[in-house]
């Protein structure tokens, strides 16, 4: 089958664009945490994979941190267990927690790595309790009305520390890890921690040239709807005092600040319903989404 002409140069138009981007991220570390919808639409899955095997073919070094809050749900209530939140947070008792273990670190892990893997990557699954990679402790969560009040819901944790050293030994041997975030306390109970935190402190740790943020969102918004991007620091704390920034973005952008701010180069929030996302905002001049930088 031919191609015209005017294809032809638009085709070679997009390759030679993304020179310049290829050759300046060889052998950098990108961290991206893969969530939403494109980890549900059977279209967007298939594109992702193929995307993380196109960086790591080119000489990069995708690292993959994954949720699954739905799945999780979904899971639930197939077992008769009803979800329970407090401030957005998931109530996790050691029955749920076997329910969360079995689904990040089961099936929604090995989806991933089977995706990843059918599309010609060499991906392997880990949760953080592989290798102690992520050291949890116990989340406390301050009552939202009784300030001197804390609140226990259960088995939900923060990141203590992350032994960076089986991640990077995957990636010496051309392997695209991917990260379950549930993390191991030091008593060895399992903890489920929040993706994007997960996401944003691998990044530091691996000194990161970039923490992706994949949402269902077209990245931070001005209060006209408007996408903004190339925001410093000192920017996006203005736009949080403003209330610019807020709701569902607001645990988003300041885990991105978080990052840039411990030495991670940019951190991008982008849209993941946007088929072949990563590509466009790693390989072209636009960008799809929502770029920060520390300064």
């Excluded at 969530?35 to 995307?51: I, S, W």
């Excluded at 000489?59 to 899971?75: K, T, W």
């Excluded at 996006?236 to 991105?256: E, N, S």
């Amino acid at each position: 089958m031919s191609i015209d002409s005017s294809s032809a140069q638009q085709k070679a138009q997009v390759l030679s664009e993304a020179l310049p981007y290829i050759q300046r991220f060889f052998d950098k570390t990108i961290v991206i945490k893969y969530g939403g919808n494109a980890m549900t639409d059977e279209a967007l899955k298939q594109g992702f994979a193929r995307d993380v095997v196109l960086l790591k073919l080119v000489g990069m070094n995708p690292v993959i941190v994954h949720g699954g809050g739905p799945q999780i749900g979904e899971l639930l209530k197939r077992v008769g267990k009803q979800s329970e939140f407090i401030q957005g947070m998931r109530v996790t008792d050691r029955e749920t927690m076997d329910i969360v273990e079995m689904v990040l670190g089961g099936l929604v892990n090995k989806e991933i790595v089977n995706l990843i893997n059918q599309h010609g990557g060499r991906a392997v699954g880990l949760s953080g309790k592989d290798g102690r990679l992520i050291r949890a402790k116990k989340l406390k969560l301050r009552h939202a009305e009784k300030s001197d009040e804390w609140l226990d819901i259960g088995q939900v944790g923060e990141v203590a520390s992350i032994d960076p050293e089986l991640v990077t030994l995957l990636d010496t041997r051309d392997f695209i890890p991917v990260i379950a975030p549930i993390g191991v306390g030091e008593d060895g109970a399992a903890y489920n921690i929040n993706a994007d935190l997960v996401a944003g402190k691998l990044a530091e740790t691996l000194g990161a040239e970039k923490l992706i943020l994949l949402t269902n969102t077209t990245g931070v918004l001005d209060k006209e709807g408007g996408l903004l991007t190339g925001l410093g620091a000192a920017r996006v704390d203005q736009l949080i005092a403003d209330g610019t920034i807020a709701g569902g973005m607001l645990p988003k952008v300041r885990c991105a600040l978080e990052a840039v701010k411990h030495g991670v180069k940019t951190c991008h929030i982008i849209d993941g319903r946007v088929q072949h996302a990563l590509l466009l905002e790693i390989l072209t001049d636009q960008g799809v989404g929502t770029l920060i930088q520390g300064q």
